[in-house]
């Protein structure tokens, strides 16, 4: 084994940077506990003399990404450049097949791709590690994979983008609407390279996948989940959840039940309200938390920042520990060809409790009409809201909150209501996230 675990890294970003200095700062406990030197021996980004405040002198430059994956002096490449396709890869699969070992922050290449990474990893035998891809600094992939490892897990949930929840938490906080927050929240250097994958759930979804597989043992399905993002939410649905006992937040949910032929898997990320007493309420800001629902071992709660340089560097660099001390394991838990290919859940038939929010014109016989829609998808109505008097021609909200029923009655009494002129807009239907 040689003195040192030779790294290459690509992507000299926020991620990349932070990295360098966790090495640089915490040099001799890194030694200490990877029983060996970490060294970054060769880097690639896109501008050579950009100042970044980290000491580059003895670090080799790649002239390419292709150079770095097959440079016989690194046995590790950490891709930090991100994206599902294109760059990032193309470096992914030239290291793995060359036998190289990849550590990666870069959910959406593990989401899209992560079954053929394995597959590459497993054949070429080649560790393949992504801690800082989910929830960032949280230690939750280690946590599943091996801290709960003697379960059978029940459900993962949890708040994995610390953009929206910050942008929601903030309107909670504030009252502000949507686009108030949003920019505030980009600011902080926790967009992603396309910022529509905040607030529309894609990256809550490119994370929870990604935790399914390891939770349930199954093959990585992102195309499975079903995505709703944060953008239609409005400062009055937080007030009229406040009301109600109830945050606002974006969770992802997956969970297994069982079908006739097998087991049937159900991935949503969704704006849900979550009842105040619930650990995900007090879950402001930036900070990402996952709940793991073990058979023996309980509710588990990972908590921390999910996102920033050092955070996510310090998931970086406990991979790279873990490599360094031959601690490898299988990236998904089991070995690929063991990993199943779940069917996909029926919700329609999951019980639970919805607000539903309607835009409505301001004349009598409007909620008559919207009631009796509920009434005859058998949706039966727990409380409800109703604001004042129209003020701007937008029409009047009114909200409610249902009784536990199946999901599909509720889908059933909007297709009711979908032609009717009552309402102005469509309505905005958020789960109540079940304890
Ligand atoms: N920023 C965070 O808080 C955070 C947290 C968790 C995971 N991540 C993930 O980490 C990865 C990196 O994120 P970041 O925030 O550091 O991004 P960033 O935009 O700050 O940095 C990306 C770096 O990659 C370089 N790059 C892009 N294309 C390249 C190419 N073809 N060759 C060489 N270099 C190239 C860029 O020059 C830049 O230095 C992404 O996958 C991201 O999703 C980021
Ligand atoms: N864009 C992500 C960064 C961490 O993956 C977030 O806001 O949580
Ligand atoms: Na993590």
Redesign the pocket.
């Known amino acids: 084994m040689p003195d040192a675990l030779r790294v290459g890294m690509?992507?000299?970003?926020?991620?990349?940077?932070?990295v360098l200095r966790l090495l640089e700062s915490n040099r001799d406990l890194v030694r200490a506990r990877a029983g060996r030197g970490i060294e970054v021996v060769a880097v690639?980004?896109?501008?050579r003399s950009k100042d970044r405040g980290v000491d580059l002198s003895r670090v080799r430059w790649a002239d390419?990404?292709a150079e770095l994956a097959s440079d016989e002096d690194c046995d590790i490449v950490v891709?930090?450049?991100?994206?599902a396709e294109?760059?990032?890869l193309d470096?992914a699969r030239a290291a793995l097949s060359q036998g190289r070992g990849l550590v990666?922050?870069?959910?959406?290449?593990i989401a899209h791709h992560g079954l053929e990474m394995a597959r590459l990893a497993e054949e070429n035998a080649a560790p393949l590690k992504f801690e800082?891809?989910v929830a960032?600094g949280i230690p939750v992939v280690a946590g599943l994979r091996e801290g709960a490892a003697a379960n059978a897990i029940e459900r993962i949930y949890g708040i994995l983008n610390?953009t929206s929840n910050y942008v929601l938490s903030e309107m909670e906080a504030s009252g502000a609407d949507f686009g108030d927050v949003l920019a505030d929240a980009q600011a902080m250097?926790?967009a992603?390279?396309d910022p529509a994958f905040d607030v529309d759930g894609t990256?809550a979804a490119h994370k929870l996948a990604i935790l399914a597989a390891i939770g349930f043992g199954s093959r990585i399905d992102f195309d499975a989940v079903s995505v709703s993002g944060i953008a239609e939410v409005r400062a009055a649905d937080i007030a009229h959840a406040r009301t109600l006992g109830f945050v606002i937040r974006l969770v992802g949910v997956a969970d297994c039940e069982d079908g006739p032929e097998g087991a049937r898997l159900l991935q949503r990320v969704r704006p849900c309200l979550v009842p105040k007493q619930h650990p995900l309420a007090h879950v402001t800001g930036p900070t990402n938390a996952v709940v793991a629902e073990g058979d023996f071992a309980g509710r588990l709660l990972f908590q921390g920042a999910?996102?920033?340089?050092g955070?996510?560097a310090s998931?970086v660099v406990a991979d790279l520990i873990d490599i360094a001390r031959g601690r490898t394991g299988h990236p998904f838990s089991l070995p690929v060809d063991s990993l199943v290919a779940m069917e996909r859940a029926d919700p329609g038939h999951r019980v639970g409790r919805d607000y539903i929010r309607f835009t409505v014109a301001d004349r009598p016989g409007v909620l008559a009409e919207i009631t009796a829609a509920m009434r005859d998808a058998g949706v039966s109505i727990e409380s409800l809201i109703q604001q004042g008097r129209a003020q701007d021609g937008n029409g009047v909200l009114v909200a409610m909150v249902t009784h536990e029923g199946e999901e599909r009655c509720v889908r059933h009494a909007l297709e009711l209501l979908e032609d009717s002129d009552s309402l102005t807009a469509a309505p905005l239907v958020l789960p109540i996230l079940r304890d």
């Open positions: 690509a992507g000299l970003g926020t991620v990349g940077v932070g690639s980004a896109r501008d390419s990404l891709e930090l450049i991100g994206g294109g760059d990032a470096l990666t922050a870069n959910k959406a290449l800082a891809a960032g610390g250097g926790y992603e390279a990256d999910g996102a920033g340089a955070p996510t998931a």
